[in-house]
């Protein structure tokens, strides 16, 4: 029985307190302790009492004295006391020990309460020959204490790795790198996790707290600017590149295998049409090096013939082969503003199947007959060779379609294939796009991208046409295709033609446009007014686009189908996972480039026209940027959609991914 006056022990902090009872009230004792603080603690924390009391009737400040000093005693005494020699001494004699009894074997003075709690201090602070419990202390067999003093050795390595680590890490945000650890492998590929995978990193917590020990708290942050400040990351890191396992170099027996085509020349046989006579020309985006389109335009009594010639990939690459294999895992080319990732190897991609300028180059080539309206007469797809005479951008297509000779008729009759695409019913939105680059000198620029410009326009309609041509072909074969598909707008609140002048309806059109997906079934793509449609045109890029023309070739080679309907369902599952993971990491990088640029102008106003107003936001239209965004509906706010605003930027951070507007 516990009583006023007792003074007891208890652990507190991972450390043995002296105390002395003041008050008992059931299962709680209210003591003064060691330290001069008032404590209520449960009485079944008490580990060591002793019938020798101080008495409650003396000066607070006497009370701390005398309990200091019967701490100091029995801290001196579990100091002299040997617990290897009192663990072998009891070698076979028991499991458990009381305290007073290993008090009598190791000490030969009289035992006292200050020998017993010695003991039990000693217990505690060891842990390895002795484990604590209440009543009596259990002996480990010798084997126990091996694995103990084993794991303590472990820890006690992993402790001084921990601290070199922490210690070098501490230098390295000084930029100083000197003094690497010797486990430095180990600690990068910490906070590379870190970096990559938050709290779902392997070791985060050991990390966490090897950050916090180089006294860098805890910013979730911190890793990543540690390995920048070591060069083991750059300040622009793209980390979508590893959380989405994007394949980037290609694997060494891959390269090989494209170098062998290379040299082999695997495209020439004698089945191909000459076609190098003809005016070849190809029009991208300047800086374009994987050229896999390009047309031909020539006149004849009854209309035109054009020309659509596509890389002939299907000649080159063979299914199965490695690089075939690359390719289905890659899917499609991944353009960002820094950089790019092909789908092939860039000897065959810019070079050995890329129509160049001046070169011959093996095609894919569809001749269409077509009537001075645009109507379709006949066509046919052939392989073939070409020469493309001019590589011209975009820019210089616009700026030639008013007097040469060649451009001029091409636009015209792109315009006409529009106008009856227009007809059948096709929505087209010409809302620019912006364009985020990065300059030779590192620079970010912006830019847009006006779809109705000539250039983009004229290529883009012959494009259109070669795509549903090679449907329609697949069709009336009654071969399995993969088709773009879009169902019909549920709205129409701008003309189909429309020219975006009135861009909050061209905006709000966007809401009531059909969904577009792919599938085996040949359905209609209403937002191209056509009534099936796939791709072909970008074999260089587009994985689908090299299935779509081995299909078409197999057909005229007098063959079956290459693909069964199965093989090309088990391929989509793929290439869709593949497609959706490269639009993720092509708009997260733009973005990120977007908000670099914000964070580097002085820009701090945009002009945005209010869309419609949602559950406690506003979505806006952020005009300079061609971009949706959110704005925090705030009492007193009289917004109307339609209504142009005037947004001031709040916080934007690149590598957090925030983007926040108010109202100027």
Known sequence: MIEPGRVVEFIEENRFLTALVTRVKGNKLLVLSENDREMNISLSRVLVTDHKGLGTGQARNDLIRGLKEIGRRRADLCQRLDLVELWQLLEGEGEEFAYPY???????????????????????????????????????????????????????ERENRMADAAAWLARVWRHDLAGEPDDRGHVVQVLRDMVYWGSEAPEYKWGQKLVERAGLGADPNRPFQLLVRMGEMTRHENLDLVRFDVPMAFPGDVVKEAEALIRRRAWEDSSRRDLTQLEVITADSSGARDFDDAVSLEPRDDGWVLGVHIADVSSVIQPGTLLDQEALLRATSVYMPDSRIPMLPEILSEEGL???????????????????????????????????????????????????????????????????????????????????????????????????????????????????????????????????????????????????????????????????????????????????????????????DLMIQRQVRALLNGGPPLYSPEKIGEHLILLETALRRANRIQNNRRRYWLYQYLENTGQREFEAMVLEKLPHRWRVFILDLMMDADLAVRSGQDLSPGQTITLRLKKVDAREDILKFELA
């Open 354 to 544: 890329s129509l160049r300028q001046d070169e011959i180059r093996p095609a894919f080539s569809l001749l269409v007959h077509l009537t001075p309206d645009a109507q379709v007469l006949d066509f046919e797809f052939l392989p073939s060779l070409v020469r493309v005479r001019r590589q011209m951008s975009y820019q210089e297509v616009d700026a030639g379609v008013a007097t040469d000779r060649l451009l001029s008729p091409m636009y015209s009759l792109s315009q006409t294939l529009q106008a009856r695409r227009v007809a059948a019913g096709a929505m087209i939105l010409p809302l620019p796009k912006l364009n985020v680059y990065l300059t030779p000198e590192g620079e970010i620029g912006l830019g847009q991208t006006h779809w109705e410009n000539p250039g983009r326009s004229m290529i883009g309609e012959f494009m259109i046409l070669a795509n549903h041509l090679a449907a329609r072909f697949l069709v009336e074969r009654n071969a399995a295709c993969l088709y773009r598909r879009q169902d019909e707008p549920s709205q129409r609140i701008v003309p189909g033609d429309s020219d975006c002048q009135n861009l909050f309806l061209c905006l709000q059109q966007r809401k009531f446009l059909g969904r577009v997906a792919w599938g085996l079934e040949a359905l209609p793509h209403h937002g191209m007014g056509l009534s099936f449609y796939t791709n072909l045109t970008s074999p260089l890029r587009r994985y689908i």
């Open 102 to 156: 290993l008090a009598e074997l190791a000490f030969s003075a009289p035992i006292t309460g200050d020998q017993v709690a010695a003991v039990i201090r000693a217990v505690f602070a060891d842990g390895v020959y002795f484990k604590l419990r209440p009543e009596k202390a259990l002996r480990h067999e010798a084997a126990k204490v091996q694995e103990i003093v084993e794991a303590r050795a472990r820890d006690e």
